[in-house]
C-alpha cells in the first residue's frame, strides 16, 4: 500500500501562505537534493486547483534535475472547475478526494505526496490518510499572512517521527499518526 507524504512550509511565526515570497533563499543545494530524493520515492503528486495554477506558471519552463523529475511524475489535480490539465503527465479528478485518494493509496508501490497544506490535504488529514506529515520550519518573521492551521480544525494527536535540522537553519518535523 502506498504511503501519502504531505510536505508544508511554515515560518516561524505560523504563516503558511505565499512560500515563494520568503521561501526561495533557503531551498538550496541541500534542500533540493532532500526534495528530490523524495520525490524519486514517489510515482504522484496531488494537488488542487490552487496548487495546480500555482506550479503550472513556472514548473513546466525549469530545466534540470528536480524540475525535470517535478515535470514528469504523475500528477492528480483535484478539482470541481477544471475539466482538463495542460502540465505533463496531469489528470483532473473531480471524484470525491477522500475516496479517489483512498484507491489511489491501494493502487502502486510508490509514495503519494502533497505539497502545502491546503484545502486538499487538510480534507486527507480530516478523514485519516495522511501517513506522514513534514513541517519545515524556516527562520522567518513574516508578520502576516495565511496561517498554516486555521480555526475549527477536530484535534489529532500525531507521533514525531524525526526532526532534522539542515545547513540554513531550516528545521523539519516529521510527524506520523498517533
Same mark, same amino acid.
Given at each position: 500500500?502506498?504511503?501519502?507524504?504531505?510536505?508544508?512550509?511554515?515560518?516561524?511565526?505560523?504563516?503558511?501562505?505565499?512560500?515563494?515570497?520568503?521561501?526561495?533563499?533557503?531551498?538550496?543545494?541541500?534542500?533540493?537534493?532532500?526534495?528530490?530524493?523524495?520525490?524519486?520515492?514517489?510515482?504522484?503528486?496531488?494537488?488542487?486547483?490552487?496548487?495546480?495554477?500555482?506550479?503550472?506558471?513556472?514548473?513546466?519552463?525549469?530545466?534540470?534535475?528536480? !524540475?525535470?523529475?517535478?515535470?514528469?511524475?504523475?500528477?492528480?489535480?483535484?478539482? #470541481?472547475?477544471?475539466? =482538463?490539465? $495542460?502540465? %505533463?503527465? @496531469?489528470?483532473?479528478?473531480?471524484?470525491?478526494?477522500?475516496?479517489?485518494?483512498?484507491?489511489?493509496?491501494?493502487?502502486?508501490?510508490?509514495?503519494?505526496?502533497?505539497?502545502?497544506?491546503?484545502?486538499?490535504?487538510?480534507?486527507?488529514?480530516?478523514?485519516?490518510?495522511?501517513?506522514?506529515?513534514?513541517?519545515?520550519?524556516?527562520?522567518?518573521?513574516?508578520?502576516?499572512?495565511?496561517?498554516?492551521?486555521?480555526?475549527?480544525?477536530? !484535534?489529532?494527536?500525531?507521533?514525531?517521527?524525526?526532526?532534522?535540522?539542515?545547513? #540554513?537553519?531550516?528545521? =523539519?518535523? $516529521?510527524? %506520523?499518526? @498517533?
Amino acid at each position: 500500500m502506498r504511503k501519502l507524504r504531505v510536505g508544508c512550509l511554515v515560518t516561524l511565526d505560523g504563516v503558511h501562505g505565499a512560500p515563494r515570497s520568503w521561501a526561495s533563499p533557503y531551498f538550496d543545494e541541500e534542500a533540493a537534493e532532500k526534495s528530490l530524493a523524495q520525490l524519486r520515492r514517489s510515482d504522484a503528486m496531488l494537488m488542487g486547483r490552487g496548487t495546480y495554477e500555482y506550479f503550472v506558471q513556472s514548473w513546466p519552463n525549469e530545466t534540470g534535475p528536480y !524540475p525535470d523529475r517535478v515535470n514528469e511524475i504523475g500528477k492528480y489535480v483535484f478539482s #470541481s472547475t477544471l475539466t =482538463t490539465a $495542460t502540465w %505533463t503527465n @496531469a489528470v483532473v479528478v473531480a471524484d470525491d478526494p477522500a475516496d479517489a485518494v483512498a484507491e489511489l493509496k491501494r493502487q502502486g508501490d510508490g509514495d503519494l505526496v502533497v505539497y502545502g497544506l491546503g484545502r486538499l490535504a487538510r480534507t486527507l488529514l480530516d478523514h485519516d490518510l495522511v501517513d506522514e506529515l513534514a513541517v519545515s520550519v524556516l527562520p522567518v518573521l513574516h508578520g502576516s499572512g495565511e496561517p498554516l492551521f486555521r480555526p475549527g480544525a477536530a !484535534p489529532r494527536h500525531l507521533d514525531l517521527a524525526s526532526v532534522e535540522r539542515s545547513g #540554513s537553519g531550516v528545521v =523539519t518535523l $516529521t510527524y %506520523t499518526r @498517533a
